[in-house]
């Protein structure tokens, strides 16, 4: 079954809060030169306006295929009346086949533009194409017509389709309105110190057990890293000990040694400056190291710190 047969010349999407339903739509079920007609919310009904998350997919799409043609359409959120009389302006321009994609959008705007469309058409020989995003089955379902069953295409189980549809971790935080910004670190990479490895490994395997997560958290929480652990005051992390001792290249580490293999690029580091590095960037490590063993096909980019904020606002997220 190829999803060719289903693409449209005018599409139509339904543009809520979330884009990247209308970004996969968008790009499987257009023909090469087709029009992408973004209909968004235009903020009369009490809801607020979608319009800017339509211009972000507007320029996500048109990275995509600069040869479609993309209009933005507002209209309202819930009036029946209204929302069909603004279809009716936009079926008017239409002449091809006509898809639409109602994965978003208020549920309003998705039965009164559906039920517009099939009203317009009932009386030619050209029907319009429904689809939708299964988010159970991670499908894209195509609608039926009369004793006609839906079709279904599988997008993380098709290779041709998973790989069509791979998008960056830029791209995808553009589409919500976040852009990259750098952030500069001086944490040692794993791949670069030796031994740094494996103290994720044992740190990953002393809390696998929870004697050793109460003795983690007995050192990390409690002593501030002030001192390195010792087998005295610190029983059960003898192993975390050793691999401290292997990452420095001595029998006996101190705490500016570790500090220097954590942060080599900081001058006069210290050990209470490497708080944040055993709390949380071991995991990241160790997390980034393990998801990169697994071989997974479907795991294309594995990176870690990358830092977004808001274009319009002072939200941020890594």
């Known amino acids: 079954m190829d999803i060719s047969n289903y693409q449209v010349d005018h599409l139509l999407l339904l543009v809520g809060g979330n884009p990247l339903p209308n970004a996969v739509a968008g790009q499987l079920l257009t023909a090469p030169t087709a029009t992408i007609w973004l209909l968004h919310s235009d903020g009369a009904d009490g809801e607020p306006s979608t319009k800017k ?40 321009q239409i002449k091809g086949r006509i898809g639409l994609h109602y994965t978003g959008g208020t549920k309003s705007m998705s039965v009164h533009v559906y039920r517009a469309l099939e009203k317009a058409f009932a009386n030619t020989q050209l029907r319009p194409m429904f689809s939708y995003l299964d988010p159970r089955q991670l499908a894209l379902r195509i609608d039926g017509y009369g004793t006609e069953s839906s079709k279904s295409f599988f997008l993380i189980k098709d290779e041709k389709l998973r790989r069509k549809l791979q998008v960056t971790p830029d791209a995808l935080a553009g589409l919500h309105d976040y852009q990259r910004v750098t952030q500069n670190t001086n944490w040692a990479k794993p791949e670069e110190t030796p031994g740094l490895l494996e103290l994720c490994q044992e740190i990953s395997h002393l809390n696998s057990t929870s004697g050793g997560n109460e003795a983690w958290k007995k050192w990390v929480y409690r002593e501030q890293h002030k001192v390195l652990p010792t087998p005295s005051q610190n029983p059960g992390l003898e192993g975390v000990t050793a691999a401290l001792n292997q990452l420095c290249g001595v029998d006996s580490a101190t705490a500016d040694m570790v500090a220097a293999k954590l942060l080599p690029s900081k001058a006069n580091a210290r050990l209470t400056n490497c708080q944040d590095w055993f709390r949380s960037q071991w995991l990241e490590e160790y997390a980034l190291w393990s998801v990169r063993q697994t071989g997974n096909p479907f795991i294309h980019l594995s990176e870690k710190g990358l830092n977004y904020k808001g274009k319009n606002s002072g939200d941020d997220f890594q």
Do not use: G, M, V, Y
Request: charged letters at 30%.
């Open 53 to 92: 998350t339509a211009e972000n997919l507007e320029q996500f799409l048109r990275q995509k295929n600069e040869t479609w043609t993309i209009h933005l359409e507002p209209i309202p959120s819930s009036d029946n009346i209204r929302i069909e009389n603004c279809l009716k302006k936009i079926i008017c």
